[in-house]
């Protein structure tokens, strides 16, 4: 069930309808924001969530990007209202070339961060092929850091992780979502690139 709450401390403008929020024009987010649905990404359209601006998301909600949709995240993304989100689904199309027609984008940048998630970045199964451009992000605190799933057009597919840090401390909330699982779960794909990158688990329940 989702949790969908009426306003937090610190994030002055929450979205409190339970019907997906849909971004169909370009937008930019300047201050904090909760949100207790999802937030898709159309088509031909571009999200960016600016430096030093946290949008946080009740339990089960996730950031939708569509296919041709793009989101540029330079801030942080994480729970609220609840102990864990869904995290950033990147819908794609696995048996065309990796273009931003045909996939969804995620790029992130330095200071960037995607906490407390089920799953922080997700290709899901059938949909999988999405952009993944993330560099000097930060990766906390969340069950499953990055899942992507098959490629069809497995030689020509490609996602960059560069200095990026993957972590989880003992803040980590295991009891409400059973448990770190892993940074990096690949299924029958290949091509992605992890450059620099630090991983470390710091959760003495998951050790």
């Known amino acids: 069930m989702r949790n969908h709450c009426q ?6 403008y929450p979205i409190n309808s339970t019907a997906p929020y849909i971004i169909d024009n370009d937008m930019t987010i300047n201050s904090n ?7 898709i990404i159309k088509s031909g359209v571009i999200l960016t969530i600016n430096p030093g601006v946290t949008a946080s998301f009740s339990t089960n909600i996730k950031i939708i990007i569509e296919k041709g949709g793009t989101l540029l995240l330079k801030g ?4 609220g209202c609840g102990p864990y989100w869904a995290g950033i689904e990147i819908e794609g199309n696995p048996n065309a070339a990796q273009t ?4 969804g984008r995620l790029i992130t940048y330095s200071g960037s961060s995607i906490e407390n998630a ?3 970045v997700h290709c899901p199964n059938g949909k999988s092929g999405g952009i993944i451009d993330c560099k000097w992000t930060t990766f906390k605190n969340n069950n499953i850091a990055v899942s992507i799933n098959k490629y069809e057009l497995s030689n020509a597919y490609s996602a960059k992780f560069n200095n990026c840090t993957f972590i989880t401390d003992n803040s980590f909330k295991a009891n409400y979502i059973g448990g770190f699982e892993t940074f990096a779960k690949l299924n029958l794909v290949r091509g992605v690139r992890s450059n620099a990158c630090n991983f ?5 329940a998951s050790k």
């Open 7 to 12: 306003g937090l401390g610190g994030y002055p």
């Open 33 to 39: 924001i909760h949100y207790n649905s999802d937030l």
């Open 76 to 79: 942080k993304v994480t729970s």
């Open 100 to 103: 931003p027609a045909n996939q």
């Open 118 to 120: 089920l799953i922080g």
């Open 200 to 204: 470390a688990n710091m959760n003495s």
